[in-house]
């Protein structure tokens, strides 16, 4: 079975990681270690409503401020981490090393470990400080997937748009899902 560690971040897009969350749980055993930083946890109530519960599509929730968490060394391990969406404020800690949360703290040691770490950064327009932050990290391997769905699926609503975003994304983990896949004809 595999492990993954999921960050959630205060950018807006936070339907992606709960629809990612629940296409993996939907056609994959794996056991995911979730952290939803504070602002996160404001924007996961403002954009998915004041009842919306992440954490039962977890096999663990940390505390965004639990710095004695497993997950806070590499001694513990992952397959990889997502943060998803990716918040320019993460992204530049993560740029920095600068791991004053869980979240960070967690990818920080991602990295260190020369695991999988996907980032989905979430913002517009991009000034020059997050796309210095984008490239070092990407030179630095981490994969830098923004949060922009593709369309030559035809989707024909929003649920199709965000289900072949996070099925790319489960792609690159090496999790199974339905991706629609370019080379079958599409119709509209
Ligand atoms: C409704 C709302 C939407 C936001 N959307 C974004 C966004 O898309 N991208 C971004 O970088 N910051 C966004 N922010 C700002 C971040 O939440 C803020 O920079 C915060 O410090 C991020 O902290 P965190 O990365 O620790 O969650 C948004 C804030 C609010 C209140």
Known sequence: ???FIVGIS???????AQRFLQKVAKHNKTEIHLIVTANAQAIVRHELGEKADLS?????T???DDLMAPICSGSFPTDGMIVIPCSMKTLAGLATGFADNLLLRAADVTMKEKRPLLLVPREMPLSPIH???MLKLANW???IIPACPG???LPKNLDDLIDQFVFRIMDIL???SPIQRWGHRFSS
């Open 56 to 60: 039962h599509l977890a096999f663990r």
């Open 10 to 16: 205060g950018a807006s897009g936070v339907i992606y």
């Open 131 to 133: 796309l210095d932050n």
């Open 151 to 153: 369309f030559y699926h």
């Open 1 to 3: 079975m595999k492990r």
């Open 174 to 176: 090496g999790l199974k």
């Open 62 to 64: 940390y505390a965004p």
């Open 141 to 143: 391997g981490a994969h």
